[in-house]
């Protein structure tokens, strides 16, 4: 059965910066989408940063220039480097799969996810 695993996870002050690594099984990594959703408490889950099969990332607003996705295809490992981070981006951060033909945060798309690093930020 496939599974994600992240890591990387902590506690940074506002401005610090982190850097968290999701392993994928095979299957998975295989579908061509690998994702970073977050959720803070009390709040629902956000999509953060994608990346396909191919290359192409994409980002939401929250997040675009101070946060950067990337893989390493021969260890099926997703990275999130995370910085100048603030203390709204704390929260639970998950990895997630897809098929690379889902173009789409909405979370009930994406099959298989991590069970969550958490992050937090202090001002």
């Known amino acids: 059965q496939g599974q994600l695993l992240e890591s990387g996870g902590g506690s940074v002050q506002a401005g610090g910066s982190l850097r968290l690594s999701c392993i994928a099984s095979?299957?998975?990594?295989?579908?061509?989408?690998m994702a970073w959703f977050r959720q803070a408490p009390g709040k629902e889950r956000e999509g953060v940063a994608r990346?396909?099969?191919?290359?192409?990332?994409v980002y939401t607003d929250p997040v675009r220039g101070r946060f950067t996705i990337s893989q390493d295809s021969s260890a099926r490992t997703v990275y999130l480097q995370m910085n100048n981070m603030k203390p709204e981006d704390s929260a639970t951060y998950f990895c997630?799969?897809?098929?690379?033909?889902?173009?789409?945060?909405?979370?009930?798309?994406?099959?298989?996810w991590g069970r969550g690093t958490q992050v937090t930020v202090s001002s």
């Open positions: 095979p299957d998975i990594f295989n579908r061509g989408l």
């Open positions: 990346i396909y099969d191919s290359g192409a990332t």
């Open positions: 997630a799969a897809s098929n690379r033909l889902n173009f789409s945060w909405a979370t009930y798309l994406y099959k298989d």
